[in-house]
């Protein structure tokens, strides 16, 4: 877990980032809880830079900004990216937090009336099955990743008649997952959306990496089919 030093400079970095109306104290425990679920190697970076910032973060807030500037200018790569990693998350909670009965004060100021109340209640599920060590799955196509591009490239094979295999290192969604609460499309997101390239770009799509890397990490992999919407022909996807 971020320990107490680390939560500390963590608040004092949101409180510097987030607008003054955003909830400084409930951003920086999810934030720090968002840190809790990286991977050794991710959660390791973001460590060291709330050390880094641990001394310049006991500073009044002007002088917290114009360090935080720096980083957002600094010739080394990590800076930055490490820079864009914390403001997107300490930007992203103070606008997305909330949960019901206890709603995002920021929002009266946005003239934001909240989360829709007509989200869809029933959807078809989707079966997965467990794919065993060893197992061979045969398909005409496979498709790596199943976002905006792979899951309609996908589609537009299994309508063809084509046997489709989707690789997808994300989670299985539905149209009940999206509870129309920003906070929930962070999962859409590798870590969360806390990886980012030096360049501070986004990653997307949490299948970047192949399916040889996840799979010797231990990963699971799942079989699934499903229905093409349009056609009614089965497309079969894999999730790891």
Known sequence: MVDARRRETLRRAVATLAPADARVDRVAELAAAAIDTLTPRRRGDLDRLLDLL?????????????????????PAGRLRSGFAALKRLALFLAYAESEPGSENPTWTRLQYPGPRKDGIASAPDLPLALAREGERVSCDVAVIGSGAGGGAIASAFARTGKRVVVIEAGGAFDARSFTQREMMTSELYLDRGLTSTTTSALRSSP??????????????????????????????????
Do not use: K, N
């Not at 641990?54 to 600094?74: I, K, N, T």
């Open 54 to 74: 641990w001394l310049p973060m006991q500073a009044p807030e002007a002088a917290r900004a114009g360090v935080l500037r720096a980083f957002a200018d600094s």
């Open 207 to 240: 299948a970047r990496r192949s399916a040889a890397a996840r799979r010797s990490t231990g990963a699971r992999l799942y079989a699934c089919r499903r229905r093409s919407h349009t056609s009614g022909r089965r497309a079969a996807a894999l999730r790891i």
